[in-house]
C-alpha cells in the first residue's frame, strides 16, 4: 500500500464548476498537509499549506484535512480555464525533509 | 523573487554517458533534493542534502550519486545513464523556517 494515494485523473469540468481533489493517506504520524499545482512542463509550486486537521481557505480555494479518516481535500469554486493543471498533495512528519507526495491528479477546466 | 535553478530544461543523453544535472537556490535553503517524477509513479525522492557535504538516500538511489560542496549547489550524478533513467528530474530545496519546498523548473532527460 502506498504512503500517499491520489486518484491521477484525468478530471475535466465546465468553467465555474466546483472542483473536488482528494487525497487518503495511511501513516497517522503525518501533521503537515500540503497542495501543491504544477503546470504543464514547469516545476511544483506550493498553492495551500495546512497543520493538523481543519480546514483552511485561500481565495477560491480550500484545504480540509481529517486526520481521523486520514483524509485530505482541497476544494476550487469558481473553477477558471487557469486552474487547469496537475495538483499533487503532499504530506510529512515534520516541517523538514521527510516530505511525501500523491501522484498527481490532473484537472482540465473547459471554457 | 526566490528561485530554484536547474541548468538544463531539455537533456538529450546516450546510454552509458555519465550525465550532471545541477541545481542552484538563492534562498540560503539548508535542505536540498532530487525527485523524478514520472506518469503514474508521482515524485520518487532520489537523494537529499541537510547540510553542505551531507547526503541521504531517499526511496531510488540506485544508479545516481550526488554532491554537494557548497549550500547553495545540489548536483546530480548519472554514473552511467541507462534507458530506464528517461524523466523529468526536479530539484527543490526548504529552510527550516520554511513551509513546504521550493521546485526548480525540471529537467527533461532522455536517455537514448
Known amino acids: 500500500q502506498k504512503e500517499v494515494e491520489q486518484d491521477p485523473g484525468p478530471l475535466s469540468v465546465p468553467e465555474g464548476a466546483i472542483v473536488s481533489l482528494n487525497c487518503t493517506y495511511s501513516?497517522?504520524?503525518?501533521?503537515?498537509f500540503m497542495w501543491y499545482r504544477q503546470y504543464s512542463r514547469k516545476g511544483p509550486e506550493l498553492l495551500m499549506y495546512t497543520y493538523s486537521s481543519g480546514n483552511k481557505e485561500d481565495g477560491r480555494f480550500t484545504a480540509q484535512v481529517d486526520k481521523s479518516s486520514k483524509y485530505i481535500s482541497l476544494f476550487i469554486r469558481d473553477s477558471q480555464p487557469s486552474d487547469s493543471a496537475t495538483y499533487l498533495c503532499?504530506?510529512?512528519?515534520?516541517?523538514?525533509?521527510?516530505?511525501?507526495f500523491g501522484a498527481g491528479t490532473r484537472l482540465t477546466v473547459k471554457p | 523573487d526566490v528561485k530554484v535553478t536547474q541548468s538544463s530544461r531539455y537533456l538529450v543523453k546516450r546510454t552509458g554517458e555519465k550525465v550532471f544535472l545541477e541545481c542552484v537556490q538563492d534562498m540560503d535553503h539548508e535542505n536540498m533534493f532530487w525527485y523524478r517524477q514520472d506518469p503514474g509513479l508521482g515524485l520518487r525522492l532520489i537523494y537529499f542534502s541537510y547540510d553542505v557535504k551531507m547526503k541521504e538516500k531517499g526511496d531510488i538511489p540506485e544508479g545516481y550519486s550526488v554532491s554537494r560542496e557548497k549550500k547553495e549547489r545540489f548536483s546530480l550524478i548519472l554514473e552511467s545513464a541507462s534507458t530506464n533513467q528517461t524523466s523529468m528530474y526536479l530539484c527543490a530545496s526548504n529552510g527550516k523556517a520554511n513551509y513546504g519546498y521550493t521546485f526548480g523548473s525540471g529537467t527533461r532527460l532522455t536517455v537514448v
Open positions: 501513516n497517522s504520524a503525518f501533521q503537515y
Open positions: 503532499a504530506m510529512s512528519r515534520t516541517n523538514n525533509n521527510d516530505m511525501r
